[in-house]
């Protein structure tokens, strides 16, 4: 299966500060990927979908101005989550589908910590 | 709208045979899936069904009946390290994302 990488795994910062998480297809060409946000005890929750070439397709209730997304090539994703606060912190992760549409391999996910 | 519904937790003993069930209502269908997650980690694929029936596979097997909207996970054989959170996840349509249930946290006890 593709193996997904993301970077950093963990970050912390101060309240109003931007932090960009990326996301790397290793071994797959990915023309979509897509973002999740996953709150403690929650399920993920998807924010967006990340086009190569095109712009973002965002989820209900996601303000695009905030987290922004930028697929610049076939195996990077990049969410910047701008001006972040506490409320930010969270778990998000990426997935890359595969091209029969059966599966969706994710990322091992970049922990927020917003102070 | 979407909605995905499973149990928040279960308990069972090691050994034993558990059932996680998910009953589903979106827009469109084009596949149910389920994933493990262990705390703090990302989910891992278990199972796919996008017609009806029962697919197997080890230890884990998942049932799909798209007239009742219905899906289970059946894990046999309960081990210790099979404490984690399953979600159902469904694609309704279309570039193939996911919506996510709410997960049902499982712990195995001894």
């Known amino acids: 299966g593709a193996v997904v990488s993301q970077h950093p795994s963990w970050v912390i910062c101060k309240s109003g500060t931007s932090v960009k998480i990326e996301c790397r297809s290793l071994?797959?060409?990915?023309?979509?990927m897509f973002w999740y946000r996953q709150f403690p005890k929650q399920s993920l929750m998807l924010m967006a979908t990340?086009?190569?070439?095109?712009?973002?397709?965002?989820e209900q209730g996601v303000e695009k101005d905030k987290f922004l997304i930028n697929h610049a090539s076939l195996t990077l994703s990049t969410l910047t989550v701008t001006s972040a606060h506490p409320e930010d912190s969270s778990f998000y992760i990426c997935?890359?589908?595969?091209?029969?549409?059966?599966?969706?391999?994710f990322g091992p996910g970049t922990r927020l910590t917003v102070l | 709208g979407q909605n995905i519904d499973q149990p928040t937790e279960m308990t069972a003993t090691e050994g034993a045979i558990v059932q996680i069930n998910c009953t589903y209502q979106?827009?469109?269908?084009?596949?149910l899936f389920w994933y493990q997650q262990h705390a703090g980690e990302a989910p891992t694929f278990l199972s796919y069904?996008?017609?009806?029936g029962l697919e197997e596979k080890g230890r884990f097997s998942s049932f799909l009946s798209r007239s009742k909207v219905y899906s289970y996970l059946l894990l046999k054989e309960l081990q210790m390290k099979d404490s984690a959170s399953y979600l159902c996840?469904?694609?309704?349509?279309?570039?193939?994302?996911?919506?996510f249930g709410a997960g049902t946290r499982l712990a195995v006890h001894p």
């Open positions: 997935s890359v589908p595969t091209s029969d549409n059966n599966e969706q391999f």
């Open positions: 071994d797959f060409q990915a023309t979509t």
């Open positions: 990340s086009n190569e070439g095109s712009k973002a397709t965002y």
């Open positions: 979106t827009s469109g269908f084009n596949g």
């Open positions: 069904n996008v017609l009806d």
């Open positions: 996840a469904v694609t309704p349509g279309g570039y193939n994302k996911l919506i």
